[in-house]
């Protein structure tokens, strides 16, 4: 099964306790990418400006995405600045340069609308509508989101929310847009609303997942250090959707696997910075890794 | 197997955004007792004030707490005063009055020297360490700490980490101590000194346990709302370790069990205030919350 994703490509400058790097490549939709490849066909919708070096994507296309929706337009790309300090989930924008992306319309290349998955990347909510609208028969779609829209555009953002399967967004997001500081009522709410799941991202301490009728506690890989935490949510994003295109199943423990293998990819993504390691990351690493999280997270009653 | 626990029984002034409660029954050897009492018996080494109602430990005399270990003494009973804001992993400490217990020389009363096992509540190392050797054949014992000892008396803390079997401690306690960001440098670090496993605690966020060989990542129970999280950290090692001294045996599967019955037990601690939800808590319940964790945590490979 395909997956459509729509988001940013862009330039990323990024601190962290680790290192510094200036103007690599980024982005929501980049990044979402990079995980569902290894595990589905991925089309991409974004926009880049004429200053993108759009050979840095060849590792993507390698991997059968479909990048005939990338549009290259007159203008300077996508440019997000921001660092980390030692509490990785704590991040500090220093700027945010939509550039060609303020007026960013999304447009499906041939073939796009026929789409199984669609994943809307943070982005304006009518934007998100749109794109899901204009896919002819989604089996699942996810939105991800930011307290900027929370706040700016709560509207239309509940409005997208109704219309789309699966929602993922962070604690903090969560209790803002519900206005609980429960999680288990903040989710509650959100369910209330339509979708049938929804994915909260807890950064270095995993994600759980919320259904109508259970949840699913995931951690987060344990890893030695956090290079570069940048895309985390969307490879996690990846993950879990690539896992099911590829499954083609969505039982409850078919998301439960998707849970894990998200969590496993978004452990590569953050080992590096920018697509560094994900540019030559395989599915059977990924695979070995979910065995890890088996190992690590297993308890039997006593026999 | 018995258990041996010194530390604080005290009074405990607490808020937390679901209200306030004054002079409530608190302390270290508290907590841990109401939950290893479900277990196993339990010798208790404390020290209070004439103001203390011994009364008010009887739920704990009913459960097999040996309290002849109890001291009371002329004067006034420690006091803690703080509060929690909503991230309930933050406590702001209003005032510490150690009172009687400024002057505590921990006494074993008869047979205590026999107990099996030996849980050192954070306190001062040096007495830690006088406690421990006056328990003639421990077959585990683990001690927790704070930063002002780890500020404070860092060889002596040092020196009594060298005497244990288990660590336990929360994250930003790991670091000072270790000097390393890296949770899992810092464990190797705290493994290196002689102890044989670290039971890291991250509230919300569950626990880890580090071993030479492996580690364990254990949830914590997903409640609607933590009322009140004083205690949790020592009830979850009275599970812990009551657990372990139920079973009598420490295989790194006994000890992962004894994680989870940790967790479990430490989430019907935080549900009230002081010792309110403790004091009717029952074997069973606990055991039923067991077969949930397995529950929301399980996931298996696709058949």
Redesign the interface.
């Known amino acids: 099964m395909s997956i459509l994703v729509v988001g940013t490509v862009a330039f990323d400058d990024i601190e962290t ?1 680790f290192g510094a790097v200036e103007r690599v490549l980024g982005g929501s939709a980049t990044h979402f990418s990079s995980a569902a490849s290894l595990y589905a066909p991925v089309n991409l919708v974004s926009v880049v400006g004429k200053d993108f070096d759009l050979a840095s994507l060849d590792y993507l296309r390698g991997r059968g995405v479909d990048l005939r929706g990338l549009e290259v337009v007159d203008g300077e790309t996508f440019h997000w600045s921001g660092r980390y300090d ?1 509490d990785l989930n704590v991040t500090e924008t220093r700027f945010t340069k939509l550039n060609v992306y303020a007026s960013f319309e999304p447009k499906l290349a041939d073939g796009y609308a026929e789409s199984d998955f669609v994943f809307l990347a943070n982005m304006d909510p009518m934007l998100q509508l749109r794109v899901l609208a204009s896919v002819k028969a989604p089996r699942l779609s996810m939105l991800d989101t930011m307290n900027y829209w929370i706040d700016g555009m709560r509207d239309e953002l509940l409005e997208t929310i109704r219309a789309v399967d699966m929602v993922t967004m962070n604690e903090t997001e969560l209790r803002m847009l519900s206005g609980v ?5 903040g989710a509650r709410y959100v369910l209330s609303l339509g979708p049938r799941a929804l994915l909260l991202k ?1 950064g270095e ?2 994600a ?1 997942l919320f259904t109508k009728n ?6 987060a890989y ?4 956090v290079y570069d935490p940048t895309g985390a949510g969307d490879s996690f994003a990846g993950g879990f959707m690539g896992y099911l295109a590829r ?1 083609g199943d969505f039982t409850n ?2 998301i ?2 998707a ?2 293998h998200g969590s496993a990819v978004a452990s590569f993504q953050v080992a590096d910075f920018s697509v560094g390691r994900m540019r030559t990351l395989t599915l059977p690493e990924v695979e070995r890794r979910y065995s890890e ?10 026999q």
């Open positions: 306790p030692y500081s429960s999680l288990h009522a807890k301490d995993g759980v259970e949840y699913f506690v995931a951690p344990p890893l030695e250090d499954t423990d078919d439960r696997r849970v894990i999280f088996r190992e690590f997270t297993r308890f039997e009653p006593r």
